[in-house]
């Protein structure tokens, strides 16, 4: 697991040594999700009491948890979307991934953030601009003070794409930098696609960091569900906030 420390914000990268499998996992209660070991390691280092998750569907759709009993109570399935933001200290919220792209946008100025799981279908709808229009509407964040982490996922060099999802891409911006082709294949660059979109819409580059972005097809310390052949395990990305007081 990967810690990255950006006070009051703890960010935790996991892998396939304290992955979860898919939905099975979203749908435990809180006192279960508390019991497994991934989560088992973060409230060593964090004051963390609820954990939220939402059931993901490769959309541009999140929610604002608000309150502590929302919290407690948000059931993934339910709530199909695939981002989640907060304020609230001690809330940890997750997505799950086996070669999508998790990303934590955080904004140190009103101490909002942001964790978003976005695949390819939820990159093209621009999944990771909804979610910070989201803390702009709701919190006041100012783009050119986000923080974006990129986790783990499927690189330009593995994550080879059909005919059909190349034609979804001529509206979008950027193609020509994010889909290579190779002895005739296409292959496409989720995270570079995101970075982009960011940097659109006014994110400093030099705030969006991608040290953590290894491959899930290259490196097997990370589940893939391309590598290993549609497996429903996932890793976990997750943040929380710490105390402030």
């Not at 199909?80 to 609230?88: A, N, Q, R």
């Amino acid at each position: 697991m990967i810690c990255v420390n950006k006070p009051p914000l703890m960010i935790f990268f996991g892998d396939k040594n304290l992955s979860v499998k898919g939905n099975g996992f979203i749908s435990l209660s809180q006192p279960q999700m508390f019991a497994t070991p991934f989560f088992k390691d973060v409230q060593k280092n964090t004051q963390g009491d609820a954990v939220v998750f939402a059931h993901q569907i490769h959309s541009n759709r999140g929610y604002v948890i608000s309150s502590r009993e929302q919290a407690c109570l948000f059931s993934p399935i339910k709530q199909p979307g695939d981002f989640l933001v907060t304020t609230m200290p001690g809330v940890i919220l997750g997505v799950l991934t086996a070669d999508c792209l998790p990303v934590i946008l955080y904004d140190p100025e009103y101490e909002a953030f942001a964790v978003v799981h976005a695949g390819s279908k939820g990159t093209l709808q621009g999944v990771v601009r909804e979610a910070l229009g989201v803390l702009c509407m709701q919190y006041g964040t100012r783009p050119e003070q986000v923080q974006a982490f990129f986790g783990p996922s499927a690189c330009v060099n593995c994550y080879e794409v059909q005919q059909d999802f190349v034609d979804q891409l001529q509206d979008v911006h950027y193609t020509e930098k994010t889909l290579e082709v190779r002895d005739g294949k296409f292959f496409f660059n989720v995270p570079l696609l995101n970075y982009l979109q960011l940097v659109d819409v006014g994110v400093n580059p030099i705030h969006i960091s991608r040290e953590h972005n290894l491959c899930t097809i290259e490196d097997r310390l990370y589940c893939s569900y391309r590598r290993e052949q549609e497996s429903p395990q996932r890793q976990i990305t997750c943040a929380v906030l710490g105390d402030r007081y």
